[in-house]
């Protein structure tokens, strides 16, 4: 069955860094995009970010450009979101996402969660001094 475990959150000063992580098993990862979205206490679920299959292209939102760095090794199944300068209102829980369809199947990546299929539990992000 499709698992999909995020690690890698915290708490982080304002300007500080964070890596999530993201273990993917039970399909071919290779063969998806997957995306990162967060949701903030009392806020929507919100598309931060996403990449192809392959990793050939990466798409943000604008909130999180310049900051954030979305990547993935096919060969350990695993997606990543560097995140650099952190503000408080990145504070939210991030989760991963697989696509419901395959990139052979799909032109880009989608920024719509009902596009994805399977998420993660996800990871507490917590931006303070």
């Known amino acids: 069955q499709v698992q999909l475990v995020e690690s890698g959150g915290g708490l982080a000063q304002p300007g500080g860094s964070l890596r999530l992580s993201c273990a993917a098993s039970?399909?071919?990862?290779?063969?998806?995009?997957m995306s990162w979205a967060r949701q903030a206490p009392g806020k929507g679920l919100e598309w931060v970010s996403g990449?192809?299959?392959?990793?050939?292209?990466?798409y943000y939102a604008d909130s999180v450009k310049g900051r954030f760095t979305i990547s993935r090794d096919n060969a350990k199944n695993t997606l990543y979101l560097q995140m650099n300068s952190l503000k408080p209102e990145d504070t939210a829980l991030y989760y991963c996402?697989?696509?419901?369809?395959?990139?052979?199947?799909?032109?880009?990546?989608?920024?719509?969660?009902?596009?994805?299929?399977?998420w993660g539990q996800g990871t507490q992000v917590t931006v303070s001094s």
């Open positions: 990449i192809y299959s392959d990793g050939s292209d990466t």
């Open positions: 996402a697989k696509d419901r369809r395959p990139s052979v199947l799909r032109v880009g990546v989608s920024s719509h969660p009902e596009e994805y299929d399977y």
């Open positions: 039970g399909f071919t990862f290779s063969s998806y995009a």
